[in-house]
Protein backbone atom coordinates (compact mmCIF):
# COMPACT_ATOMS: atom_id res chain seq x y z
CA UNK A 1 0.00 0.00 0.00
CA UNK A 2 1.54 3.21 -1.04
CA UNK A 3 1.93 6.00 2.21
CA UNK A 4 -0.59 9.25 1.13
CA UNK A 5 1.61 12.37 1.00
CA UNK A 6 -0.07 15.27 3.16
CA UNK A 7 0.38 18.82 1.27
CA UNK A 8 0.76 22.36 2.75
CA UNK A 9 -3.49 22.49 2.17
CA UNK A 10 -3.64 19.64 4.59
CA UNK A 11 -1.57 21.49 7.07
CA UNK A 12 -4.16 24.82 6.68
CA UNK A 13 -6.26 24.23 10.26
CA UNK A 14 -2.91 23.38 11.96
CA UNK A 15 -1.32 26.77 10.87
CA UNK A 16 -4.42 28.78 11.50
CA UNK A 17 -4.76 27.16 15.12
CA UNK A 18 -0.73 27.97 16.18
CA UNK A 19 -1.74 31.78 14.79
CA UNK A 20 -5.15 31.31 16.53
CA UNK A 21 -3.98 30.67 20.03
CA UNK A 22 -0.55 33.11 19.89
CA UNK A 23 -1.39 35.58 22.94
CA UNK A 24 0.69 38.02 21.43
CA UNK A 25 -0.69 40.05 18.13
CA UNK A 26 -0.32 38.67 14.75
CA UNK A 27 -1.63 41.28 11.88
CA UNK A 28 -1.53 39.54 8.12
CA UNK A 29 -0.91 42.03 4.99
CA UNK A 30 -0.41 41.52 1.78
CA UNK A 31 1.86 43.60 -0.64
CA UNK A 32 -0.76 46.52 -1.33
CA UNK A 33 -0.25 46.71 2.81
CA UNK A 34 -3.93 45.62 2.81
CA UNK A 35 -4.91 44.01 6.05
CA UNK A 36 -6.04 40.34 5.01
CA UNK A 37 -5.63 38.63 9.10
CA UNK A 38 -5.49 39.75 12.67
CA UNK A 39 -5.77 36.99 15.12
CA UNK A 40 -7.76 37.44 18.20
CA UNK A 41 -4.73 38.50 20.34
CA UNK A 42 -4.36 41.80 17.81
CA UNK A 43 -8.25 42.36 17.49
CA UNK A 44 -8.04 43.06 21.05
CA UNK A 45 -4.55 44.65 21.18
CA UNK A 46 -6.14 47.04 18.42
CA UNK A 47 -9.89 47.47 19.92
CA UNK A 48 -9.29 51.17 20.55
CA UNK A 49 -8.67 51.80 16.90
CA UNK A 50 -11.04 49.54 14.96
CA UNK A 51 -10.10 46.12 15.81
CA UNK A 52 -11.77 43.17 13.42
CA UNK A 53 -12.80 46.27 11.37
CA UNK A 54 -9.06 46.90 10.34
CA UNK A 55 -9.54 44.09 8.12
CA UNK A 56 -9.57 44.96 4.44
CA UNK A 57 -7.64 48.47 5.62
CA UNK A 58 -4.35 49.70 4.70
CA UNK A 59 -2.09 49.36 7.35
CA UNK A 60 -0.60 52.43 6.29
CA UNK A 61 -3.72 53.99 7.17
CA UNK A 62 -3.27 53.07 11.19
CA UNK A 63 0.62 55.05 10.95
CA UNK A 64 1.90 58.07 10.41
CA UNK A 65 3.73 59.18 6.75
CA UNK A 66 7.15 58.61 8.50
CA UNK A 67 6.12 55.35 9.90
CA UNK A 68 4.51 54.56 6.27
CA UNK A 69 8.28 55.52 4.49
CA UNK A 70 9.84 53.25 6.75
CA UNK A 71 6.97 50.35 6.61
CA UNK A 72 7.59 50.90 2.35
CA UNK A 73 11.60 50.66 3.30
CA UNK A 74 11.27 47.52 4.54
CA UNK A 75 8.87 46.03 1.71
CA UNK A 76 11.54 46.87 -0.93
CA UNK A 77 14.40 45.42 1.46
CA UNK A 78 12.52 41.92 1.45
CA UNK A 79 12.08 42.10 -2.36
CA UNK A 80 15.44 42.57 -2.71
CA UNK A 81 16.49 38.77 -1.92
CA UNK A 82 15.17 35.85 -0.66
CA UNK A 83 17.02 36.20 2.54
CA UNK A 84 15.66 39.43 3.80
CA UNK A 85 13.24 38.10 5.73
CA UNK A 86 13.00 39.72 9.43
CA UNK A 87 13.83 43.84 10.58
CA UNK A 88 13.02 45.20 13.79
CA UNK A 89 11.06 47.74 14.18
CA UNK A 90 9.89 49.16 17.40
CA UNK A 91 10.19 48.18 21.50
CA UNK A 92 7.71 49.15 23.18
CA UNK A 93 9.24 49.93 26.61
CA UNK A 94 5.68 50.36 28.77
CA UNK A 95 5.07 46.18 27.79
CA UNK A 96 8.59 45.21 27.41
CA UNK A 97 8.27 43.83 23.88
CA UNK A 98 10.20 44.10 20.69
CA UNK A 99 8.02 44.33 17.13
CA UNK A 100 9.15 43.21 13.82
CA UNK A 101 8.09 43.03 10.33
CA UNK A 102 8.90 39.20 9.10
CA UNK A 103 8.02 38.38 5.43
CA UNK A 104 5.72 35.88 3.82
CA UNK A 105 6.98 33.71 1.14
CA UNK A 106 5.49 31.17 -0.89
CA UNK A 107 8.31 28.97 -2.52
CA UNK A 108 10.61 32.26 -2.15
CA UNK A 109 8.26 34.61 -4.04
CA UNK A 110 7.41 37.59 -1.21
CA UNK A 111 3.21 37.17 -0.75
CA UNK A 112 3.20 39.67 1.73
CA UNK A 113 4.29 40.08 5.54
CA UNK A 114 3.42 40.56 9.55
CA UNK A 115 3.95 42.27 12.40
CA UNK A 116 5.31 40.37 15.23
CA UNK A 117 5.34 40.53 18.77
CA UNK A 118 8.16 38.99 20.95
CA UNK A 119 7.32 39.88 24.71
CA UNK A 120 10.49 39.73 27.20
CA UNK A 121 8.37 38.95 30.42
CA UNK A 122 9.15 36.08 32.39
CA UNK A 123 5.54 33.96 32.17
CA UNK A 124 3.27 34.73 35.54
CA UNK A 125 1.37 31.48 34.81
CA UNK A 126 2.30 28.42 36.75
CA UNK A 127 3.53 25.28 35.31
CA UNK A 128 1.32 23.13 34.18
CA UNK A 129 -1.84 24.86 34.83
CA UNK A 130 -4.79 23.42 34.19
CA UNK A 131 -7.37 25.97 35.85
CA UNK A 132 -8.62 23.06 38.20
CA UNK A 133 -7.71 23.84 42.07
CA UNK A 134 -7.36 21.10 44.13
Known sequence: MEKKTKTDKDYVAFYK???EQDRCPVVICNLAHEIIYMNPASIK???KRGGAKLIGKSLLDCHSPESGEKIERVLEWFMESEEHNIVYTFHNEKLNKDVYMVALRDNG???GYYEKHECRNAESME????????
Open 17 to 19: SII
Open 45 to 47: NYE
Open 109 to 111: RLI
Open 127 to 134: MYDFGNKM
